[in-house]
Nanobody
Framework: VQLQASGGGLVQAGDSLRVSCVAS????????MGWFRQAPGKDLEFVAA????????YYADSPQGRFTISRGDPKNTMYLQIHSLKPEDTAVYYC?????????????????????WGQGTQVTVSS
């Protein structure tokens, strides 16, 4: 499967932005999906994850409350809504997927928990 992230750009602090991820190829498989981000000079960081059904969502402890993950229809699409953007949200946002019907995957917040990765979309927040 191929993952294509999009929707990034240059925004101002306080704005909201929605980034998207579309899976193509073997879309008949169920995918547990997640978002990670990597800021300049920093390690890859887990942001949020969502089960195939969309019934279960998981978020990083920090930052809290400003991110909303969701799935589209069809379920090969995934979104991350970011509210009240801050300069520290500047990063490349990556989507990832793992073939799974489960509502919980033990590696959901880890890079090794996913088998497929998109190329990332750049989000830059100006102050």
């Amino acid at each position: 499967v191929q993952l294509q992230a999009s929707g990034g750009g240059l925004v101002q602090a306080g704005d909201s932005l929605r980034v998207s991820c579309v899976a193509s190829g073997r879309t008949n498989n169920p995918y547990f999906m997640g978002w990670f981000r990597q800021a300049p000079g920093k390690d890859l960081e887990f942001v949020a994850a969502i089960s195939y059904s969309g019934d279960r969502t998981y978020y990083a402890d920090s930052p809290q409350g400003r991110f909303t993950i969701s799935r589209g229809d069809p379920k090969n699409t995934m979104y991350l809504q970011i509210h009240s953007l801050k300069p520290e949200d500047t990063a490349v946002y990556y989507c990832a997927a793992k073939i799974s019907l489960k509502n919980y995957e033990p590696g959901y917040s880890r890079e090794y928990g996913y088998d497929y990765w998109g190329q990332g979309t750049q989000v830059t927040v100006s102050s």
